[in-house]
T-cell receptor, first 116, second 114 residues
Framework: GAGVSQSPSNKVTEKGKDVELRCDPISGHTALYWYRQSLGQGLEFLIYFQGNSAPDKSGLPSDRFSAERTGGSVSTLTIQRTQQEDSAVYLC??????????????FGEGSRLTVL | GNSVTQMEGPVTLSEEAFLTINCTYTATGYPSLFWYVQYPGEGLQLLLKATKADDKGSNKGFEATYRKETTSFHLEKGSVQVSDSAVYFCALSVQETSYDKVIFGPGTSLSVIP
């Protein structure tokens, strides 16, 4: 399809395991954002990519969280040694570079992570 | 810093009622303002936007006016429908040194009952 694609849509894991969440942005979109949506909370910014580089990682909650983007396209968010407080919906969004200010972000449907 | 505050939900209205969801912001510089909507089981999508003071964004019967003097961007609709049941997020975008930072409010859940 032409939209932002995220996988898996649902992930249940045990505390202490590592998980990888994938985002495939809209073709040609150079800007990519990761957010976390927790129950009763808003969208918490995690990280921003411009091409393959991440000029803003300020939202990553701890060093257990990392993200990369290869080929200016697909991005992977990795959470190591998952904790129960990591349970949330992880959202990915993309846009053409420099258009989020006046345009819009295009969101995927999210990856729901449940840590038991 | 930059932040967005929205009225607490959930909001429950009867069909054809008038809707207002309050949003206020704090920002350095000149932000653009947005309302995003998340329908059940779907991803967030842009509902409307305003990029400068006094602009009015509108879409699907919803409106919001960028009020710089009160730092507000309240969402209104004159007559809501059951299909408007969703979570509504107010957001702002500011131009940081190297990119456009987009900050969201906590969201307001709306339920419209027949």
């Amino acid at each position: 399809g032409a939209g932002v694609s995220q996988s898996p849509s649902n992930k249940v894991t045990e505390k202490g395991k590592d998980v990888e969440l994938r985002c495939d942005p809209i073709s040609g979109h150079t800007a990519l954002y990761w957010y976390r949506q927790s129950l009763g909370q808003g969208l918490e910014f995690l990280i921003y990519f411009q091409g393959n580089s991440a000029p803003d990682k300020s939202g990553l909650p701890s060093d257990r969280f990392s993200a990369e983007r290869t080929g200016g396209s697909v991005s992977t968010l990795t959470i190591q040694r998952t904790q129960q407080e990591d349970s949330a919906v992880y959202l990915c969004a993309s846009s053409f570079d420099g258009t989020a200010y006046t345009g819009e972000l295009f969101f995927g449907e999210g990856s729901r992570l449940t840590v038991l | 810093g930059n932040s967005v505050t929205q009225m607490e939900g959930p909001v429950t209205l009867s069909e054809e009622a008038f809707l207002t969801i309050n949003c206020t912001y704090t920002a350095t510089g000149y932000p653009s303002l947005f309302w995003y909507v998340q329908y059940p089981g779907e991803g967030l999508q842009l509902l409307l936007k305003a990029t400068k003071a006094d602009d009015k964004g509108s879409n699907k019967g919803f409106e919001a006016t960028y009020r710089k003097e009160t730092t507000s961007f309240h969402l209104e609709k004159g007559s809501v429908q059951v299909s408007d049941s969703a979570v509504y997020f107010c957001a702002l975008s500011v131009q940081e040194t190297s990119y456009d930072k987009v900050i969201f409010g906590p969201g307001t859940s709306l339920s419209v009952i027949p």
